[in-house]
């Protein structure tokens, strides 16, 4: 999602009541609407972006920055290491797995589910954990999407294959409306679809 922070976001509000001629009252119960229609997977400053949107409004001010107002540095994937945090990475989604359930401490059931990310320089297996498996429910959500992700933490999995995990501390924001293309993969390798056809194919 694009990073707002206190201040931009008031200026944010005032684009959006200037164009759409609305109260403060009204802004907020479109808020509100907005992250229940997400299932409250975005946050406040989220929904306000996705009305921005609607509007038309220019987000540029508003897109690569962190809450503290500096640059986002973004991390090429062959450079991830293990045990790192607050990574952050563009791509193309190139694969995504089901949902999958394991049993909390306290004997609740949570979720997750495993995607791949394709930068230019190579590829990551992603783990989102609850609230971000929600992520599935999300139209644009799906492979060749462009999606750019914050704070995430990388960790070794099985066969000290390097993973990335998002928590809820973690965002993601899917077809941004800036990316640089120069951390885009030249050739895109959709999983999925090279395994079906392999799977299709007469021996």
Known sequence: MVMV?????????????????????????????????????????????????????????????????????????????????????????????????????????????????????????VIAWEPLHNLLDLPDFKIGSIVKILSAHAKKGLKDQIELHLSKNSQVELEPSEVDNKLLPTEFVDLAFTELNSINSPQ
């Open 5 to 125: 922070n206190k201040d931009l976001e008031k200026k944010l509000i005032n684009l959006i009541k200037d164009k759409a001629k609305m109260s403060d009252e009204q802004i907020n119960i479109m808020i509100k609407e907005t992250m229940e229609e997400y299932n409250n997977l975005l946050d406040f400053s989220g929904a306000l972006v996705i009305i921005a949107k609607n509007y038309d409004i220019d987000l540029s001010p508003f897109d690569g920055t962190n809450d503290s107002g500096k640059d986002v540095k973004f991390t090429s994937v062959k450079d991830i290491k293990g045990d790192s945090k607050d990574i952050n990475i563009v791509g193309l989604i190139s694969e995504i797995l089901p949902l999958k359930s394991y049993k909390k401490k306290d004997n609740s059931d949570g979720f997750y589910f495993k995607f791949e990310v394709q930068d230019k320089t190579d590829t990551i297996p």
